[in-house]
């Protein structure tokens, strides 16, 4: 049997019921406080049988409106009866603490903030425990944070009114209204605050954070644990969440390049470009584009300085954290005996033994349409309109024919990034191979075979 919360006598002390519509009524005994019992089940005449869930609502109702229920407990002149929840709002609780310090002596408070489970038993007590009238749970004016009861009322009447508390008048002698202003109606929050908690902790049993007190509400409201819940306020004592950890490996997808049409056998420059938004940096060796779609894939588009099938290469250099790493690779086309064909092939970013990053598998498409080697590369560069797929034994025979199906007639742009002068791309790309020759003989040497082989 858990401990009672407060000795049961000292609850033998008058609250009223209070405000429009309601009746004042006295707090009786504690009910019988069992393991489980519920805020439906429980009984007898004091509201103290809720102090528990209660306590969590008034912070939820804080974590809501920082401040919005401040406590007047220990304030100079002022005693608060056992089990009375010392909060008002702050312009509320500054007119009481002058009040007191105004006339000095003693003013004893016996209510004044109530929770929406106290209400709910007051409402459900109707008839019973002297209660004639009780507002619905989230409509009495103590839910507010706005209204007080006086024990010793007509000592503190006259200071009260000079501290802007109204005094509700013969039907109700104890209570008190703030009304000085710059206060808001926190009923709907007081509602609120439970059903925010009640969501916390039955995730499967969800109702709507409206701050309408309706059957849904009631219904959640009398199955609670008048103990409270076992998840508390979502805030200032629970921690805050941390930030979100930036990953090691990321990055956003900046733009691409490469011809959209190339002969069978050709070889062209391919580049991709990311930016590094990860917490890593990019290594030439380890941080590599990779076939997708599916991962690991052989590409029919593979050159022979790849560094396998399904690896195109690894970044340009080293990049760091913030810097944009280009991936620049070569693309030989493959036979194309039939007639054109379009090959579409998707690559990733994968950090070698590591993971795959950055964008998803499909971002990076490249689009080539090979075509075969008896048509040269002036009709490659402007196509007549026909099926793909089927040779196209109709067209002219161009003037042209000796050229070279180069990489430098076919531009490099693709996709949505911008077009840029030809002649600069022409000089960047020959600033890049130089800078990877420099780096990468081998495989520069290879490039430069392979060249010399589509170029003839
Ligand atoms: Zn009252």
């Known amino acids: 049997m858990p401990a009672l919360p407060f000795p049961p006598l000292l609850f033998a ?94 003013i004893q408070i016996s209510s004044a903030f109530r929770t929406l489970a106290q209400q709910f ?5 109707q008839g019973s425990c002297g209660i004639q009238i009780a507002a619905s749970p989230g409509k009495s004016n103590h839910e507010t944070g706005l209204a007080l009861d006086v024990s010793n009322h007509g000592a503190w009447q006259a200071t009260l009114q000079k501290h802007s508390w109204q005094w509700y008048g013969a039907n109700d002698v104890v209570h008190f209204d703030y009304v000085g202003g710059g206060t808001i109606d926190l009923r709907g929050e007081s509602v609120l605050a439970f059903q925010r908690l009640w969501n916390l902790n039955n ?13 849904q509400t009631a ?35 900046i733009g691409q390049g490469g011809p959209a049409q190339l002969t069978e056998g050709a070889t062209a420059t391919f580049w991709a470009e990311y930016r590094n938004t990860g917490t890593a940096k990019w290594h030439p060796a380890t941080t590599r584009l990779g076939t997708t779609g599916p991962r690991d894939r052989a590409s029919a588009l593979a050159s022979a300085d790849w560094i396998q099938p399904s690896r195109p290469t690894g970044v340009d250099q080293e990049t760091a954290p913030g810097a944009i790493g280009r991936f620049t690779f070569l693309v030989t086309a493959p036979a194309a005996p039939k007639g054109p ?4 092939e ?8 590591v ?25 490659i560069a402007v196509p007549p309109p026909r099926a793909l797929g089927s040779p196209d034994a109709g067209d002219p025979p161009p003037g042209d024919a000796g050229e070279p199906p180069t ?17 600069l791309l022409a000089l960047i790309a020959l600033l890049l191979l130089g800078l990877r020759a420099a780096r990468y003989p081998k495989r520069a040497a290879a490039r430069s075979a392979l060249h010399s082989a589509g170029s003839t």
């Open 355 to 379: 993971a795959w990053f950055g964008p998803k598998d499909d971002a990076y498409l490249v689009e080539l349409e090979v075509r075969p080697a008896e048509h040269p590369p002036s009709e």
């Open 341 to 344: 064909v379009v090959y579409a």
């Open 121 to 125: 038993l007051l409402y459900k007590w």
């Open 219 to 253: 219904a959640r409201l009398g199955k609670t644990d008048v103990n409270g819940f076992a998840k508390g306020k979502t805030c200032g004592g629970n921690p805050p969440p941390p930030p979100p950890m930036t990953p090691a490996l990321a990055a956003d997808r």
């Open 407 to 423: 990489e430098a007639a076919s531009g490099c742009n693709v996709g949505r990034r911008p077009a840029t002068p030809s002649a």
């Open 203 to 215: 995730p499967n049993d969800k109702i709507g954070e409206d701050g309408d007190y309706g059957p």
């Open 346 to 353: 998707h690559f990733a970013l994968v950090e070698e033994g």
């Open 13 to 106: 002390i008058a609250i009223a019921g209070c405000g429009v519509d309601e009746s004042p009524w006295v707090e009786g005994e504690i009910g019988r406080l069992e393991e489980g019992l519920t805020v439906a089940q429980a009984g007898g005449c004091s509201t103290a049988i809720v102090a528990g869930l209660s306590k969590q609502l008034i912070d939820e109702q804080n974590c809501i409106r920082p401040n919005a229920l401040v406590s007047f407990a220990g304030k100079a002149g002022i005693d608060v009866g056992a089990g009375v929840f010392p909060f008002l709002e702050p312009p509320a609780a500054a007119a009481l603490e002058k009040a007191a310090l105004a006339q000095g002596g003693k």
